[in-house]
């Protein structure tokens, strides 16, 4: 994509569709800075179709850099406070403030702007990313109640609410829903090392672990099976296998 879009560059250079799609293209590459130079340059065109557009994932992608570690979190508050300016009733932005001021540790705003964001459009996202906000913020009970919303909607490609959900319960102290979550998750993509990581740890951790020994064995097995095992890992699993 970023090639074709290159080429279209070449002979329509002032070309807002491309620069936006380029964009796109090198954030989902993460090729954060390249992504933010496209978008600079539609912000400066100032098309009608695409301005708008390119701020929104501008902070976005400002967003992306905060969470690996560049400090570009006011960039994209700069942003984002500006998209909301410019359209109110835009959900997803107030999803992205949301995950800002989780980061700026800004507990009240960014509940306030999760909220904005489900009021004007519930989404599933939004729902889970408020409960990671609040499993961050150590509201445990919250973040179960927030994926309680929207459990009933558990498809393949929401996996990861139901296994946000199981981190809450365990947290909160119910051990066993937390680790049933983890296996309905599991039921349905039963290669995720995520979850299956996830399942094997709290499982071991568990006071009177052994009444989950089916479970810790079936785990330790796929370790031990999986190509992407290091050998370090391998050698834990035989170590952990040895208990049970």
């Known amino acids: 994509a970023v090639e074709d879009l290159s080429k279209c560059l070449k002979t329509w250079t002032e070309s807002s569709v491309c620069y936006y799609y380029r964009g796109v293209a090198y954030y989902n590459l993460r090729k954060y800075k390249e992504a933010i130079s496209d978008f600079n ?16 994932m501008r902070g976005v992608t400002y967003l992306a850099l905060s969470i690996e570690g560049i400090p570009k979190l ?9 998209m909301i300016h410019l359209e109110p009733k835009n959900s997803e932005c107030y999803k992205y403030l949301g995950m800002v001021y989780r980061m700026k540790d800004d507990t009240i705003n960014s ?4 909220q904005y964001s489900i009021d004007l459009k519930a989404s599933n ?5 408020w409960a990671s906000s609040e499993m961050y913020f150590g509201n445990y009970s919250k973040a179960k109640e927030l994926m309680d919303t929207v459990i009933v909607h558990l498809s393949p490609e929401k996996l990861k609410t139901g296994y946000r959900r199981g981190e809450a319960e365990y947290n909160s102290g119910d ?21 299956r990581g996830a399942r094997l740890i709290y499982a071991i951790n568990t006071i009177g672990a052994v009444k989950f020994k089916n479970i810790i064995l079936e785990d330790i097995d796929f370790f031990m099976k999986s190509n992407k095992s290091t050998q370090t890992r391998i050698a834990n699993m035989y170590m952990l296998r040895g208990y049970f």
């Open 111 to 114: 509940r306030k702007c999760y």
């Open 41 to 56: 340059k539609n912000i400066i065109i100032k098309d009608e179709g695409y301005y708008k557009k390119s701020i929104l």
């Open 125 to 129: 996202d939004t729902y889970y990313e």
């Open 175 to 195: 051990t066993l829903s937390g680790i049933k979550d983890f296996s309905r998750a599991i039921d349905i993509d039963p290669n995720n090392v995520r979850y």
């Open 74 to 82: 006011d960039s994209a508050l700069i942003d984002l406070i500006y």
